[in-house]
Protein backbone atom coordinates (compact mmCIF):
# COMPACT_ATOMS: atom_id res chain seq x y z
CA UNK A 1 0.00 0.00 0.00
CA UNK A 2 1.26 3.50 -0.70
CA UNK A 3 2.74 4.84 2.65
CA UNK A 4 2.13 8.54 3.32
CA UNK A 5 5.47 8.13 5.76
CA UNK A 6 7.60 6.78 3.50
CA UNK A 7 10.61 9.43 1.75
CA UNK A 8 10.80 9.33 -1.59
CA UNK A 9 13.80 7.49 -2.75
CA UNK A 10 15.40 7.80 -6.40
CA UNK A 11 17.58 5.69 -7.83
CA UNK A 12 20.64 6.40 -9.96
CA UNK A 13 22.13 3.29 -12.55
CA UNK A 14 25.65 3.36 -14.16
CA UNK A 15 25.78 0.93 -16.51
CA UNK A 16 28.99 0.29 -17.89
CA UNK A 17 30.27 -2.38 -19.91
CA UNK A 18 32.25 -3.79 -17.30
CA UNK A 19 30.20 -2.88 -14.45
CA UNK A 20 27.13 -1.17 -12.66
CA UNK A 21 27.71 1.38 -9.90
CA UNK A 22 24.17 2.33 -8.09
CA UNK A 23 23.03 4.54 -5.70
CA UNK A 24 19.61 5.45 -3.47
CA UNK A 25 19.21 9.05 -2.76
CA UNK A 26 17.01 10.29 0.02
CA UNK A 27 17.02 13.88 -1.60
CA UNK A 28 15.46 15.55 1.33
CA UNK A 29 18.35 14.40 3.60
CA UNK A 30 21.02 14.45 0.88
CA UNK A 31 21.87 11.11 1.60
CA UNK A 32 23.18 8.18 -0.12
CA UNK A 33 20.81 5.22 1.68
CA UNK A 34 22.13 2.46 -0.14
CA UNK A 35 25.25 1.86 -3.24
CA UNK A 36 26.79 -0.84 -4.30
CA UNK A 37 29.37 -1.85 -7.50
CA UNK A 38 28.82 -5.17 -8.94
CA UNK A 39 31.20 -6.50 -11.81
CA UNK A 40 29.85 -7.72 -14.60
CA UNK A 41 32.71 -9.81 -15.55
CA UNK A 42 34.75 -10.46 -12.76
CA UNK A 43 36.53 -13.45 -14.39
CA UNK A 44 37.39 -11.84 -17.45
CA UNK A 45 40.64 -10.21 -17.79
CA UNK A 46 40.52 -9.08 -21.51
CA UNK A 47 36.81 -7.88 -22.07
CA UNK A 48 36.18 -8.55 -26.40
CA UNK A 49 36.07 -5.88 -28.47
CA UNK A 50 32.79 -6.66 -29.75
CA UNK A 51 30.58 -7.14 -26.26
CA UNK A 52 28.00 -10.02 -25.57
CA UNK A 53 25.26 -7.81 -24.93
CA UNK A 54 22.81 -10.42 -24.40
CA UNK A 55 24.93 -11.99 -21.97
CA UNK A 56 25.67 -8.22 -20.82
CA UNK A 57 21.75 -8.12 -20.62
CA UNK A 58 21.83 -11.46 -18.05
CA UNK A 59 24.35 -9.82 -15.76
CA UNK A 60 22.99 -6.61 -15.12
CA UNK A 61 19.31 -8.31 -14.68
CA UNK A 62 20.36 -10.26 -12.01
CA UNK A 63 22.62 -7.64 -10.10
CA UNK A 64 19.16 -5.66 -10.82
CA UNK A 65 17.33 -7.92 -8.78
CA UNK A 66 19.69 -6.83 -5.59
CA UNK A 67 19.15 -3.07 -5.33
CA UNK A 68 16.79 -1.91 -3.55
CA UNK A 69 13.39 -0.72 -4.78
CA UNK A 70 13.06 3.40 -5.66
CA UNK A 71 10.49 5.37 -6.53
CA UNK A 72 12.65 6.76 -9.28
CA UNK A 73 15.38 5.04 -11.64
CA UNK A 74 17.51 7.54 -13.45
CA UNK A 75 20.32 5.74 -15.71
CA UNK A 76 22.79 7.09 -18.58
CA UNK A 77 24.08 7.03 -22.01
CA UNK A 78 27.59 7.49 -22.75
CA UNK A 79 30.31 6.49 -25.19
CA UNK A 80 30.73 7.41 -28.71
CA UNK A 81 26.75 7.28 -29.35
CA UNK A 82 26.57 10.33 -27.58
CA UNK A 83 27.11 14.24 -28.49
CA UNK A 84 27.00 17.66 -26.43
CA UNK A 85 28.06 20.93 -26.21
CA UNK A 86 27.16 24.51 -25.51
CA UNK A 87 25.41 27.18 -27.61
CA UNK A 88 24.52 30.72 -27.83
CA UNK A 89 21.60 32.67 -29.33
CA UNK A 90 20.14 36.02 -29.62
CA UNK A 91 17.02 36.37 -27.41
CA UNK A 92 14.36 34.35 -29.09
CA UNK A 93 11.09 32.91 -28.92
CA UNK A 94 10.68 29.38 -27.15
CA UNK A 95 9.29 28.11 -30.27
CA UNK A 96 11.96 29.68 -32.68
CA UNK A 97 14.78 28.75 -30.20
CA UNK A 98 13.75 24.99 -30.15
CA UNK A 99 14.25 24.79 -33.59
CA UNK A 100 17.58 27.29 -34.06
CA UNK A 101 19.54 24.71 -31.45
CA UNK A 102 18.28 21.92 -33.07
CA UNK A 103 19.54 23.71 -36.64
CA UNK A 104 23.09 25.23 -34.96
CA UNK A 105 23.03 21.21 -33.03
CA UNK A 106 23.06 19.72 -35.74
CA UNK A 107 26.25 20.76 -37.20
CA UNK A 108 28.44 19.67 -34.73
CA UNK A 109 26.53 16.30 -34.87
CA UNK A 110 27.78 12.88 -36.96
CA UNK A 111 24.43 11.27 -36.73
CA UNK A 112 21.08 11.97 -38.92
CA UNK A 113 18.77 14.06 -37.34
CA UNK A 114 16.24 11.75 -37.44
CA UNK A 115 18.22 8.68 -35.76
CA UNK A 116 18.93 10.67 -32.49
CA UNK A 117 17.25 11.62 -29.37
CA UNK A 118 17.84 15.32 -28.88
CA UNK A 119 17.50 17.71 -25.73
CA UNK A 120 18.74 21.01 -24.82
CA UNK A 121 19.06 22.99 -21.56
CA UNK A 122 18.58 26.62 -20.79
CA UNK A 123 22.00 27.98 -19.06
CA UNK A 124 23.60 31.29 -17.95
CA UNK A 125 25.56 32.80 -20.77
CA UNK A 126 29.31 32.02 -20.49
CA UNK A 127 30.28 35.74 -20.20
CA UNK A 128 28.00 39.03 -19.50
CA UNK A 129 27.61 41.52 -22.60
CA UNK A 130 25.82 44.44 -23.72
CA UNK A 131 23.32 42.32 -25.72
CA UNK A 132 21.35 39.76 -23.93
CA UNK A 133 22.26 36.38 -25.24
CA UNK A 134 20.72 33.02 -24.43
CA UNK A 135 23.09 29.84 -23.42
CA UNK A 136 21.91 26.56 -23.86
CA UNK A 137 23.73 22.96 -23.66
CA UNK A 138 22.55 20.09 -25.42
CA UNK A 139 22.68 16.15 -25.39
CA UNK A 140 22.11 14.28 -28.01
CA UNK A 141 22.27 10.07 -28.06
CA UNK A 142 21.64 7.97 -30.75
CA UNK A 143 17.53 6.59 -30.43
CA UNK A 144 18.76 2.84 -30.91
CA UNK A 145 21.04 2.81 -27.60
CA UNK A 146 18.70 4.55 -25.80
CA UNK A 147 15.87 2.01 -26.25
CA UNK A 148 17.93 -0.58 -25.88
CA UNK A 149 18.95 0.54 -23.19
CA UNK A 150 15.01 1.47 -21.59
CA UNK A 151 14.17 -2.17 -22.87
CA UNK A 152 16.82 -3.71 -20.99
CA UNK A 153 15.82 -2.04 -17.59
CA UNK A 154 11.91 -2.20 -18.73
CA UNK A 155 12.22 -6.00 -18.63
CA UNK A 156 14.02 -6.28 -15.15
CA UNK A 157 11.03 -3.96 -14.06
CA UNK A 158 13.11 -1.10 -13.42
CA UNK A 159 12.08 1.03 -16.48
CA UNK A 160 13.61 4.48 -16.32
CA UNK A 161 12.00 7.90 -15.42
CA UNK A 162 14.65 9.36 -17.57
CA UNK A 163 18.02 8.71 -19.55
CA UNK A 164 20.58 10.98 -19.41
CA UNK A 165 24.34 11.90 -20.41
CA UNK A 166 27.50 11.56 -17.84
CA UNK A 167 28.40 15.37 -18.39
CA UNK A 168 24.94 16.44 -16.94
CA UNK A 169 24.85 14.08 -14.12
CA UNK A 170 28.58 15.02 -12.62
CA UNK A 171 27.76 18.62 -13.03
CA UNK A 172 24.40 18.10 -10.62
CA UNK A 173 26.75 15.76 -7.99
CA UNK A 174 29.38 17.84 -7.85
CA UNK A 175 27.09 21.26 -7.10
CA UNK A 176 25.23 19.18 -4.77
CA UNK A 177 27.76 17.86 -2.72
CA UNK A 178 30.62 20.50 -3.02
CA UNK A 179 28.46 24.05 -3.18
CA UNK A 180 31.58 25.82 -4.60
CA UNK A 181 32.31 29.30 -4.67
CA UNK A 182 29.34 31.15 -7.19
CA UNK A 183 30.89 31.43 -10.63
CA UNK A 184 33.59 29.48 -10.07
CA UNK A 185 34.84 27.21 -12.96
CA UNK A 186 35.75 23.77 -12.02
CA UNK A 187 36.76 20.80 -13.95
CA UNK A 188 35.87 16.91 -13.25
CA UNK A 189 37.97 13.89 -14.66
CA UNK A 190 35.99 10.97 -13.99
CA UNK A 191 37.79 8.02 -15.50
CA UNK A 192 35.74 4.42 -15.94
CA UNK A 193 36.85 1.61 -17.05
CA UNK A 194 37.17 1.94 -20.27
CA UNK A 195 36.31 5.54 -20.93
CA UNK A 196 36.87 9.06 -19.42
CA UNK A 197 35.02 11.90 -18.99
CA UNK A 198 35.96 15.64 -18.74
CA UNK A 199 33.08 18.34 -17.82
CA UNK A 200 33.90 22.05 -17.08
CA UNK A 201 30.73 23.14 -14.52
CA UNK A 202 29.80 26.38 -13.14
CA UNK A 203 27.16 26.55 -10.85
CA UNK A 204 26.08 23.15 -11.72
CA UNK A 205 26.06 23.52 -15.03
CA UNK A 206 28.05 22.31 -17.50
CA UNK A 207 29.74 24.42 -20.06
CA UNK A 208 31.94 22.23 -21.76
CA UNK A 209 32.51 18.51 -22.17
CA UNK A 210 34.69 15.73 -24.06
CA UNK A 211 34.88 11.75 -23.10
CA UNK A 212 38.22 10.17 -24.57
CA UNK A 213 38.63 6.59 -24.96
CA UNK A 214 40.83 5.61 -21.84
CA UNK A 215 40.41 4.12 -18.56
CA UNK A 216 41.80 2.26 -15.63
CA UNK A 217 41.25 -0.85 -17.28
CA UNK A 218 44.50 -0.33 -19.36
CA UNK A 219 46.19 0.48 -15.31
CA UNK A 220 44.87 -2.83 -14.16
CA UNK A 221 45.79 -5.09 -17.49
CA UNK A 222 49.56 -3.07 -17.44
CA UNK A 223 50.40 -4.33 -13.55
CA UNK A 224 49.15 -7.88 -14.31
CA UNK A 225 52.58 -8.84 -13.74
CA UNK A 226 51.62 -12.58 -12.69
CA UNK A 227 48.80 -11.57 -10.34
CA UNK A 228 45.53 -12.41 -10.59
CA UNK A 229 43.13 -9.81 -12.73
CA UNK A 230 41.01 -9.03 -8.99
CA UNK A 231 44.58 -8.64 -7.44
CA UNK A 232 45.59 -6.34 -10.16
CA UNK A 233 42.43 -4.29 -9.97
CA UNK A 234 42.68 -4.26 -5.94
CA UNK A 235 45.98 -2.66 -5.99
CA UNK A 236 44.84 0.36 -7.72
CA UNK A 237 44.20 2.51 -4.58
CA UNK A 238 47.99 1.97 -4.06
CA UNK A 239 49.65 1.73 -6.87
CA UNK A 240 52.76 3.53 -8.38
CA UNK A 241 52.11 5.33 -10.82
CA UNK A 242 55.54 6.57 -11.35
CA UNK A 243 56.94 2.37 -11.96
CA UNK A 244 57.80 1.48 -15.22
CA UNK A 245 55.55 -1.12 -15.68
CA UNK A 246 52.72 1.70 -16.54
CA UNK A 247 54.41 3.81 -18.18
CA UNK A 248 52.71 3.38 -21.18
CA UNK A 249 49.02 3.79 -20.05
CA UNK A 250 49.88 6.87 -17.97
CA UNK A 251 51.59 8.43 -20.96
CA UNK A 252 48.62 8.05 -23.15
CA UNK A 253 46.20 9.61 -20.43
CA UNK A 254 48.49 12.64 -19.84
CA UNK A 255 47.95 13.12 -23.90
CA UNK A 256 44.70 12.64 -23.38
CA UNK A 257 44.27 15.12 -20.82
CA UNK A 258 46.51 17.82 -22.70
CA UNK A 259 44.58 17.28 -26.03
CA UNK A 260 41.62 18.05 -23.53
CA UNK A 261 43.08 20.90 -22.09
CA UNK A 262 43.91 22.45 -25.26
CA UNK A 263 40.27 21.97 -26.34
CA UNK A 264 38.53 23.40 -23.48
CA UNK A 265 40.63 26.63 -23.12
CA UNK A 266 39.81 27.23 -27.42
CA UNK A 267 36.12 26.44 -26.27
CA UNK A 268 36.07 28.72 -23.55
CA UNK A 269 38.21 31.24 -24.86
CA UNK A 270 35.23 33.88 -24.44
CA UNK A 271 35.72 34.00 -20.79
CA UNK A 272 39.20 34.49 -18.59
CA UNK A 273 39.76 31.18 -16.70
CA UNK A 274 41.80 31.35 -13.77
CA UNK A 275 45.49 30.21 -14.95
CA UNK A 276 45.21 26.39 -13.02
CA UNK A 277 41.61 25.56 -12.87
CA UNK A 278 40.92 22.96 -9.87
CA UNK A 279 40.14 19.50 -11.52
CA UNK A 280 38.75 16.66 -9.16
CA UNK A 281 39.10 13.31 -10.13
CA UNK A 282 36.72 10.44 -9.62
CA UNK A 283 35.79 7.17 -10.85
CA UNK A 284 37.56 3.96 -9.87
CA UNK A 285 41.17 3.74 -8.73
CA UNK A 286 40.98 7.24 -8.27
CA UNK A 287 43.61 8.01 -5.80
CA UNK A 288 45.39 10.67 -4.18
CA UNK A 289 48.27 8.81 -6.16
CA UNK A 290 46.87 8.98 -9.04
CA UNK A 291 46.14 12.48 -8.37
CA UNK A 292 49.42 13.95 -7.43
CA UNK A 293 51.17 12.48 -10.64
CA UNK A 294 48.96 13.69 -13.07
CA UNK A 295 49.11 17.07 -11.54
CA UNK A 296 52.54 16.89 -11.42
CA UNK A 297 52.57 16.24 -15.00
CA UNK A 298 49.91 18.89 -15.93
CA UNK A 299 50.98 21.57 -13.75
CA UNK A 300 47.78 21.66 -12.69
CA UNK A 301 46.03 21.23 -8.61
CA UNK A 302 44.38 17.57 -9.12
CA UNK A 303 41.76 16.98 -5.94
CA UNK A 304 40.50 13.17 -5.48
CA UNK A 305 36.79 13.79 -5.10
CA UNK A 306 34.79 12.87 -1.83
CA UNK A 307 31.81 13.38 0.25
CA UNK A 308 31.19 16.54 1.57
CA UNK A 309 27.69 17.59 1.87
CA UNK A 310 26.22 14.28 0.69
CA UNK A 311 25.98 12.14 3.45
CA UNK A 312 27.00 8.39 2.72
CA UNK A 313 28.57 5.57 4.70
CA UNK A 314 30.14 3.78 1.75
CA UNK A 315 33.67 4.18 1.00
CA UNK A 316 35.19 4.67 -2.20
CA UNK A 317 33.53 7.69 -2.50
CA UNK A 318 34.84 8.94 -6.37
CA UNK A 319 33.70 5.29 -7.22
CA UNK A 320 30.00 6.61 -6.83
CA UNK A 321 29.82 9.75 -8.03
CA UNK A 322 28.24 9.10 -11.97
CA UNK A 323 25.39 7.10 -10.32
CA UNK A 324 25.03 9.81 -7.00
CA UNK A 325 24.62 12.58 -9.82
CA UNK A 326 21.82 10.70 -11.79
CA UNK A 327 19.63 10.24 -8.23
CA UNK A 328 19.91 13.41 -7.32
CA UNK A 329 17.51 14.44 -9.55
Known amino acids: MFNLFRRPRTLGLDLGSHSLKWTVLDPRRKEITHSGAVALFPERSHLPQVLDWHQWERRVSRALEEIPEAHSV ?185 RTLAHCTEALQSVTLPPLLDVYLSGGGASSFLAQTLGQQLRQRIIPDTWHHLKCNRNQPALFKLAAGLAAQ
Open 74 to 258: YTVVQGKNTVSGYLEFPELPEEELKIAVQAEAQQHIPFPADSIQFSYTRIPPLAPTADKKIAVFFAAAVLSEVLRLRQILERTGRAPNRVEIPALALAREFQLNHCPPEDAFIALLHIGFSLSHWVVVRNGYPYYARDFAFGMGEFVRASLQGRSWKEAEDSLEELDFSAPSVAAPLSKLIQELR
